[in-house]
C-alpha cells in the first residue's frame, strides 16, 4: 500500500507505522486489534498527520469505525476502495484473507450490498502470511499452501479474487497461476491509493509542493528485521527505521 | 509442558497463562520479549504462586535472568532441564527453535560449557509455530517443512535433536521420522517437569494435598479460540478459559 501511494501521491510525506511487536493481527480477536489500532491511530494523529490508511484487511475490517469515531481525522481503509473495482468485475468472487478479516464478513457483506446477486467465497489463508513473513515466496512450501487455499476458490468456479491481506500481493504470480488464466487477482493497494488522493482531493488538502521526501518508518519491534524484509514488500531499499514506544495505551 | 506438570506434580494447584494477545514471540526482539514475560509473571506473581515456570523456550532464552533478578518467586525455564539429559546422550547436538531462541545461543553456550567438544546445529523452524498454530499436524505442507528444516541436521549427522519450541513436541513423530531411528528427539517438558518437582522439594514447598485440581486458564486473547486449539497439546478437554487483561504495562 506504501508502494501505491508513493506512486499516486509522490510528493506527501508519507510516515509509515508497523505494529511489528504485535503482529500478526488476522489471528486475533476484534478487541485486541481495535486496541492495537487505536494506539497506532494515536501514534500517528500525535504527529499531526491530516490522513490516516489503515493498510490492514484485518485492522480495517475490525476497527475502521471504532477509529474512525474517535479520531477527528479522515481515515481510509483498504476495503471500501477495492469493493467499488469488484462491481464491474464479475459475480462469483473470491476472498482470500486472515481468519479474522474473513470472520469479520467486512468484505461479504458490502459486496452483497452493492451485487446482491454475487457468489462469494471467503477461505481463510493464515499461512500465507508466515510464508511472507518469512521471505519464502517462490518455494515450494508456498505453493503447496497457494495450492490448497485456492482449491475452494477453483470448486466455486470465481472469476475475480480479492487479495484481502496485504502480504498476499506478493504471491500475486503463485496466486494468479493456481486460478488461471480466466479468473481476475485483485490487489486492492492501487485502488486504496487513489481513494486516498480522491479524498485529499476532496477535502483541499494535497500537497502543493513538488519535491520528493523519503518516508518515515517507524516500527513498534525490531528495526533491523523490518529493514531487512521491508524492501521485498517496498521494491526499494529502506533507509532508516526507528523504534517507537507504543506506550499510549493508558489512552484508551 | 503443562501436561507434563499434571503428570509430575498431579496435587498442585497450576495457574496457566497463555499471552496470545502478544504471540509470536519467536520472531521479536529481546527488549520486546523481555518486556512481555515481566508482564506475565508479574500476573502469576500477583496471583501469590509459590513458583513459576516460564513454558517457552524464547522467553526463557531472552526473559529469565531478568525475571528471576525482578520476582522474589523460583523461577524455572525449559532450557536447564534439557541440558543436563543432553550431556549423557550424544556429541552431535541439533537443535529446532523459534529464530528468536536460536539467534540468543542460551542452548548453544550452555551445551558448549557441559560438553566443549559437542558439535552443534541449530536451525531456526518458525512456521512450524504457525503449522501447529493453524492446527495442521499431520499434512502435507508440515511434512515438506519438517523435510526442509531437518535436512542441515541430517547433514551434520546429528545424534541428538532439542526440540526447542514448545510447539514441536506435537510434531514429534513426524520430526523422529524424518531424522531417521538413530537419531535421539528430545522433548524437554518431562525434564522441566521434574525440576520443577526437584525444587520444590528442596524448598519444602510441595503440596501435600492429595486431590486434583483442574488448572485455572487464562489467556490474554481470545479464549475461545484457545479452548479450541489447547485440547491439542494437552491432550484433554479445557473447560473454563479466562480474558487476562494484562493492563500491567505502567508496572515496568
New interface residues.
Given amino acids: 500500500v506504501l508502494k501505491a501511494l508513493q506512486k499516486v501521491l509522490p510528493h506527501e510525506r508519507l510516515i509509515y507505522l508497523g505494529d ?3 503482529l500478526p493481527y488476522g ?3 476484534p ?2 486489534i481495535i486496541r492495537y489500532t487505536m494506539q497506532n491511530c494515536a501514534f500517528l494523529a500525535a504527529y499531526g498527520v491530516k490522513l490516516i490508511v489503515i493498510a490492514c484487511n484485518t485492522s480495517t475490517a475490525m476497527a475502521l469505525e471504532a477509529a474512525a469515531s474517535q479520531f477527528p481525522i479522515p481515515i481510509i481503509g483498504v476495503i471500501d476502495p477495492v469493493i467499488e473495482e469488484i462491481v464491474s468485475s464479475g459475480s462469483r468472487i473470491g476472498i482470500l484473507g486472515t481468519h479474522a478479516t474473513v470472520a469479520s464478513g467486512a468484505h461479504q457483506k458490502k459486496i452483497s450490498a452493492l451485487l446482491p446477486s454475487a457468489q462469494i467465497t471467503a477461505v481463510p489463508a ?2 500465507l502470511v ?2 511472507v ?2 521471505g ?1 515466496i517462490d518455494h ?2 508456498t505453493h ?2 497457494i495450492q ?1 487455499y485456492t482449491r475452494p476458490l477453483i470448486q466455486a468456479q470465481v472469476d475475480t479474487v480479492i487479495l484481502a491481506c496485504t502480504h498476499f500481493p506478493l504471491l500475486k504470480i503463485l496466486i494468479k497461476r493456481a486460478l488461471g488464466p480466466t479468473t481476475r487477482v485483485i490487489d486492492p493497494s492501487l485502488s486504496v491509493a487513489q481513494a486516498t488522493k480522491q479524498k485529499l482531493t476532496d477535502l483541499n488538502l494535497l500537497c502543493s509542493e513538488t519535491d520528493y521526501h523519503e518516508p518515515l518508518f517507524y516500527v ?3 528495526p533491523e ?1 523490518f529493514a531487512r524484509l521491508g524492501p521485498q514488500f517496498l521494491g526499494s531499499p529502506i533507509e532508516a527505521v526507528q523504534l517507537c514506544e507504543l ?1 499510549l ?2 489512552l484508551f
Same sequence: chains 1, 2.
Fill in positions: 511489528t511487536a504485535h489471528t486475533k480477536s478487541q485486541t493464515p499461512l508466515s510464508l513473513e518469512e519464502w515450494p512450501m503447496l499452501a490448497e513498534t519491534d525490531d528485521r506506550e495505551k493508558e
